[in-house]
């Protein structure tokens, strides 16, 4: 299975919003709500930000939102902080082989 | 709150065989949770090996199926994986993880260990 595509980086300025896609295909994204999403800031463990593409954890801030149509998945950050900077990774499962696959990863730059 | 503790060999020879633990604190093995390994070569992104519940039920990548072996010891409550015939490719950082179930909702990786460095060289 080949990984999630998502953009190599992104950035913004603080307070603006920015959006890290994920795609996938028929087999993972577009065909099951079992999305989630990761921070990882260098030399750390991820963290998960967002689970079955629109739920927050307790305790993750809601400047943090999901979303998906077809077979791509989205991840908002609004009224972005210098802590957001990370790398971000998406994931899905993956039907025809009951597994997960994790996206590219997207590093987050606070200008 | 759970927390997870990887242990295990920092290096391992090409051709040999790779074992990690993770040590489950906070809660039990045997809860509605799935426990899984993840890796990330140094530099590169991650890749998902696999999972296990605690009825022995097991998942893998299909590129690392072959290869790998996740089991649960419940008298230790604690999770294992064994990765044989390695190469320097699987040399990375290995993460242990839990996703938390409820009767209607599982929160994918919602745990994570601190990882561990593991080297395959000679």
């Known amino acids: 299975q080949s990984a999630l595509t998502q953009p190599a980086s992104v950035s913004g300025s603080p307070g603006q919003s920015i959006t890290i896609s994920c795609t996938g295909t028929s087999n993972d994204v577009g065909s099951y709500n079992l999305v989630s999403w990761y921070q990882q800031p260098p030399g750390k463990a991820p963290k998960l930000m967002i689970y079955e593409v629109t739920k927050r954890p307790a305790g993750v801030s809601n400047r943090f939102s999901g979303s998906k149509s077809g077979n791509t998945a989205s991840l908002t950050i609004s009224g972005l902080q210098a802590e957001d900077e990370a790398d971000y990774y998406c994931c899905s499962y993956v039907g025809t082989s009951t597994s997960y696959v994790f996206g590219t990863g997207t590093k987050v730059t606070v200008l | 709150q759970v927390q997870l503790q990887e242990s295990g060999p920092g290096l391992v020879k090409p051709s040999g065989t790779l074992s990690l633990t993770c040590a489950v604190s906070?809660?039990?093995?045997?809860?509605?949770?799935?426990w899984s390994w993840v890796r990330q070569p140094p530099g590169k992104g991650l890749e998902w090996i696999g999972e296990?519940?605690?009825?022995?039920?097991?998942n893998y990548n299909p590129s690392i199926k072959s290869r790998a072996t996740i089991l649960v010891d419940k008298s230790k409550n604690q999770f294992s994986l064994k990765l044989n015939s390695v190469t320097a490719a699987d040399t990375a950082v290995y993460y242990c993880?839990?996703?938390?179930?409820?009767?209607?909702?599982?929160?994918?990786?919602?745990?994570w260990g601190q990882g561990t460095l593991v080297t395959v060289s000679s």
């Open positions: 296990i519940f605690q009825t022995g039920t097991t």
């Open positions: 906070g809660g039990s093995i045997s809860s509605n949770n799935w």
């Open positions: 993880a839990t996703t938390p179930c409820s009767t209607s909702s599982c929160e994918t990786s919602a745990y």
